[in-house]
């Protein structure tokens, strides 16, 4: 097979039949075996660089969105075209709109371990592989949520900001109190890999008692850890300190509502890692205003990015973080080289290792 010279200017490298992909510097004149494609990544971020290289080695051609600002469904939409893969970072809505036109797709790998903005069985229908990136972010999430539980338990932001403010004055053995966590009972909700992570590391540290309530019950966390499976309301009535672990998803939309909050004890502690939506924040507001609850730490809020004015920002109580739960140096790098292997995979007509949706290699699909 021989190519016109128009391709030859385009086109870099070659994918073998097999599904081998190397690097050409000459235009291949031998066998009409040989399939060439160069696969277009759209990525809609800035990727840390040991994903990037790993792309560029395999051959593929990298467009990065690198403003500093939210696409539109309609700009994702429109810089998708001519694309091969999405490497989707960020809340880009993978909804059916977006399927519709975007159809050609041959995969999208998300950067991400939560997938609640895209419509697998959509993304199933129209063919399309989504992978996301599980294992590599878990330690680093629960301790964002170790983090966030020890600093509401101590007052921790609040105290700070009291400094910057010109309050510390004199030393007062009956101001500044927090709590001890030592004995306590930590309640998680959702006994995935990251809430098991937390549960650990909070036995191990504080001789927590763990209970915890999940869509069924995970044997390894009694066996290990002694972990008690509770419903839903024993986990809002025995927790001291309670940590959202699960997805977003129409269940969990809004639980941790009024309701909710008014079942717990007023010495604990409300902890969000996981996604904003699944608390109200007005509730939360008023639980936390009204001492119905002690304190809390959300490092995801509905929306986000959260506005500078939000009430939330200035209690004595609450400790905020801006979505940093998977932000180390060493586990972006490692997320970013998880969604390239799943990129990789795409393009050679492998299956994704972190395939979200697996039927997709089964079905007929709506092309
Ligand atoms: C995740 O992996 O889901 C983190 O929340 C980053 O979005």
């Given at each position: 097979?021989f190519l016109?010279?128009?391709?030859?200017?385009?086109v870099k490298?070659w994918?073998?039949?097999?599904g081998?992909?190397k690097k050409q510097k000459?235009?291949c004149?031998h066998s009409?075996?040989?399939?060439?494609?160069t696969?277009?990544v759209?990525?809609?971020r800035?990727?840390?660089?040991?994903?990037?290289?790993?792309?560029?080695?395999a051959?593929?051609?990298?467009?990065q969105y690198t403003?500093k600002?939210?696409?539109s469904p309609a700009?994702?939409?429109?810089?998708c075209?001519?694309q091969?893969i999405?490497?989707?970072?960020?809340?880009?809505h993978?909804?059916?709109?977006f399927l519709k036109a975007?159809g050609?797709?041959k995969g999208?790998?998300l950067l991400?371990?939560?997938?609640?903005?895209v419509?697998?069985?959509?993304a199933?229908r129209?063919?399309?592989p989504?992978s996301?990136?599980?294992?590599?972010?878990?330690?680093t999430t629960?301790?964002?949520?170790?983090?966030l539980?020890?600093a509401?338990?101590?007052?921790?932001f609040?105290?700070?900001?009291?400094?910057e403010?010109?309050?510390?004055h004199?030393y007062?053995?009956?101001?500044?109190?927090g709590?001890?966590?030592?004995?306590?009972?930590?309640?998680?909700?959702?006994?995935?890999?990251?809430?098991?992570?937390?549960a650990?590391k909070?036995?191990a540290y504080?001789?927590m008692?763990?209970?915890y309530h999940?869509?069924?019950?995970?044997?390894?966390?009694?066996?290990q850890?002694?972990?008690?499976?509770?419903?839903?309301d024993?986990?809002l009535?025995?927790?001291d300190?309670?940590?959202?672990h699960a997805?977003?998803?129409?269940?969990?939309?809004g639980?941790?509502?009024?309701?909710?909050?008014a079942?717990m004890?007023?010495s604990?502690?409300?902890?969000?890692t996981?996604r904003?939506?699944i608390?109200?924040?007005?509730d939360?507001?008023k639980?936390?205003?009204n001492?119905t609850i002690w304190g809390?730490g959300?490092?995801?809020?509905?929306?986000?990015?959260?506005?500078e004015d939000?009430?939330?920002l200035?209690m004595?109580?609450?400790c905020v973080?801006?979505?940093?739960?998977?932000a180390?140096?060493?586990?972006r790098?490692?997320?970013?080289?998880?969604?390239?292997?799943?990129?990789?995979a795409?393009i050679k007509?492998?299956?994704m290792?972190?395939i979200?949706?697996?039927?997709v290699?089964s079905k007929?699909?709506?092309?």
């Open positions: 097979m016109k010279p128009a391709n030859r200017l385009r490298y994918i073998y039949l097999t081998h992909c000459i235009i004149r009409c075996s040989i399939l060439l494609l696969m277009n759209l990525i809609t800035s990727l840390p660089q040991k994903g990037l290289d790993l792309l560029k080695a051959g593929c051609n990298v467009t403003e600002r939210e696409l700009q994702l939409i429109e810089l075209q001519g091969d999405l490497l989707s970072s960020g809340p880009n993978i909804d059916e709109d975007c050609h797709l999208v790998a991400s371990v939560g997938h609640d903005k419509n697998l069985e959509g199933t129209y063919g399309i989504v996301n990136t599980p294992d590599v972010i878990t330690q629960a301790d964002t949520a170790f983090l539980m020890l509401v338990s101590r007052n921790a609040a105290m700070s900001r009291s400094i403010q010109g309050e510390w004199f007062d053995p009956t101001a500044n109190l709590l001890d966590l030592y004995g306590k009972t930590l309640g998680i909700f959702g006994m995935g890999r990251i809430g098991f992570d937390l650990t909070c036995k504080f001789g008692n763990i209970i999940n869509r069924k019950p995970r044997t390894e966390a009694e066996q850890l002694d972990a008690r499976y509770v419903s839903f024993e986990l009535q025995q927790s300190v309670l940590s959202v997805g977003l998803s129409a269940e969990t939309k639980l941790f509502n009024h309701a909710a909050f079942q004890k007023s604990s502690i409300f902890i969000n996981a904003g939506g608390h109200q924040e007005e939360l507001i639980a936390l205003r001492k809390a959300l490092d995801v809020t509905n929306p986000e990015p959260m506005r939000n009430p939330l200035h004595q109580n609450v973080l801006p979505h940093i739960g998977s180390t140096v060493e586990t790098n490692n997320m970013a080289v998880k969604a390239a292997e799943n990129v990789i795409a007509g492998q299956p290792p972190d979200l949706n697996p039927e290699y007929k699909h709506a092309g």
